[in-house]
């Protein structure tokens, strides 16, 4: 069994990050996250985050560094992997497959109930923040 792989953006703007907020399924609904999807075959993890954000927030965007390392998910079975992203051409994400979307500073970033998964890349965000606020 291969290990499934989940990307997630780590959208940076002006030293705030976007969170967006799940719709569904029912256990996960209102709860926050990074937007971001399964790697597909084939795909490799930049090429489906491009992708996803397209799919999900109707934005293009270029993909940076990793931030953290694997967030073990679903018992072992796949791995979240989050990156550092940046809107091309000043589009403005839009909630096509999320209930909402905000941005967040630093200090807003414990403002919003974050998924479990996401919490320790969210832990490591203020200095990012800090760092791209300029």
Known sequence: MSLKVIVAAAIVTDGRVLAAERSAPSEVAGRWEFPG???EPGETDEAALVRECREELGVRVSVGPRIGADVPLARGKAVLRVFQVTLLEGTEPRALEHAALRWLGPDELDSVPWLPADAPIVAE???LLAERAS
Do not use: I, N, R, S
Request: aromatic share 0%; hydrophobic share 50%; no cysteine.
């Open 37 to 39: 999807g399964k790697v």
């Open 125 to 127: 965000l203020p200095a």
